[in-house]
């Protein structure tokens, strides 16, 4: 009897899986020409016009101002978070709860809501249409994920440890800057992965603060998604995709290495 | 605890809180005078007799609310499957969920435009509906996407919201002990009642914290209706978008508007959680 509820879920739960990987299929199927007209399946043309397109075009410098935009935005987020992150944990003052929930205000206040007004701002302080100005504009919402993630890995680290280095002799500052993010190098880096993922998932922002001067992989992608050309949509689709998964595949690698006392 | 100086202890915070306390009150200050700059504060009253802003905040409001009450459903239904495999089965559970938690990767333009792919009139359902001769014509196929019911925007959201639910919850369902489990088992409770006694007070309080951030994501949000929507009503973000850009001096004060009192309505639940987190706990 057991068994059998089991199986039924186990099917259930395949076909929920099967369900949500599907769509990765249709976007490489996708991605090579275009449908042929309706109703038939296959494709008109299989071919690799669109990636040769995409490929032929700004694609490299695209892939730059992304990696540009997430890793000064993850530079600047943990120039930031750590230090709060390890006060918060480790000093005791009164207003810890209204603090706390200041870090978690970018959830509650769309990028988007902001973003005309920040943009306004910007203008006045001259960092509008800039790198800069996308910078800040994305690390946004991307802060209450890096920072609840290095609150976590602070939060496990044993203050006992922090006591045995100052007992060696070693300066608070030293250990601060240089020791305890090695110890707690899987939450930085669990931290990073959501924050760069947010940070380059960003659209709308993007749009809004870099004004067509700050080309990303989305940015470059929209325009393509609500024309004709389907196939080069999807591959940028592909693309970004690749991009993100390679990154955090990369982070897990260097994570395991990590584990395993190689780095 | 270390005694920390009160002079660290600024230093330390000061560089977070300036970014995320400036960005956010200069946001917020930018769009309330923006939003006064043309007729002063009667632009709020326009904006409440103003019917194309009431419909979409109507429609926002409703594709909102059911796609993150699908998507809250859906993982329960996934949680209450799963929930007694965790404990003499995590490896597989945890497989499983890593299958369920690939939509998050997808960003939502991706996700959106997936769904046009897949579920347009011209797409690849109605292609297979075609071929397997249940619908006799394109036009016969159900706009589900463009729609002004907003299935294709529900879809997207479902899609992408199911796997941020179960990521959310997760934590807190593996905390159950599973003595407590098999305690319940032992005084008779079938598989659905301790799914109701046990599993839900454990993950009431991420499961609601979770379904505000999602609301209020999925109501503010523009990626999706932008390119799944239609043109009356449009989303509510989408309008505010198009309005400030492509709009009048009237129409972008208005625009600010909405966008003022959408984020009042952010920061308003940003308090109700604070105040309900406040009254929980002991710190």
Known sequence: ?263 | MKKFSKNKIFILLLPALLFIGGISIIGIFESFIQSIENSGLRIYKRLIFNDEYRMSFFYTFKFSFISVGISIALSLIVIYLIYDLIFYKRKKVEYMLYLLKSPMIMPYMVSAFLVFLIFSQGGYLSRILFNFHIIDDLKEARILVNDEFGIGIIMTYVWKLTPFFLVMIYPALSQIASEEIDMARNLGGSKLKIFFRVIIPYIKNTTMFSSVMAFIFTFTSFEVPYILGISYPKALSVLIYEKYFHGSGLDMAMAQAANFLIILMGIGSWLAILFVKGLRSEE
């Open chain 1, 1 to 263: 009897m057991k068994n059998d509820k089991f199986y039924f879920g186990n099917f259930i739960l395949i076909s929920i899986g099967v369900f949500f990987f599907i769509p990765f299929l249709i976007l490489l199927i996708n991605s090579f020409g275009t449908l042929a007209e309706y109703p038939n399946l296959y494709l008109l043309k299989f071919n690799s016009d669109s990636w040769k397109y995409v490929f032929k075009s700004e694609l490299m410098s695209d892939i730059i101002q992304t990696l540009n935009v997430g890793i000064l935005s993850l530079i600047l987020l943990t120039l930031i978070s750590y230090p709060a992150a390890y006060i918060m944990v480790r000093g005791s003052f009164k207003g810890k709860k209204i603090i706390d929930a200041i870090f978690m205000l970018p959830i509650m206040i769309s990028p988007i809501g902001i973003a005309t007004g920040v943009y306004q701002a910007f203008l006045k302080f001259g960092i509008s249409d800039t790198l800069v100005g996308v910078v800040l504009g994305v690390s946004f919402p991307a802060y209450p994920y890096v920072y609840r993630a290095i609150k976590i890995g602070i939060e496990s680290l044993d203050y006992a440890w922090e006591e045995q280095i100052s007992l060696l002799g070693i300066s608070w500052i030293n250990s601060f800057i240089l020791i305890i993010p090695r110890m707690i190098l899987p939450s930085i880096l669990g931290g990073w992965s959501i924050g760069f993922l947010v940070a380059i998932s960003q659209y709308a922002v993007v749009l809004i603060l870099g004004g067509g001067n700050v080309m990303t992989l989305l940015v470059r992608m929209m325009p393509y998604l609500n024309g004709g050309t389907e196939s080069i949509a999807c591959v940028y689709g592909i693309i970004f995709m690749c991009f993100s998964m390679g990154i955090l595949w990369y982070m897990d690698y260097f994570l395991k290495k990590y584990y395993h006392g190689e780095i």
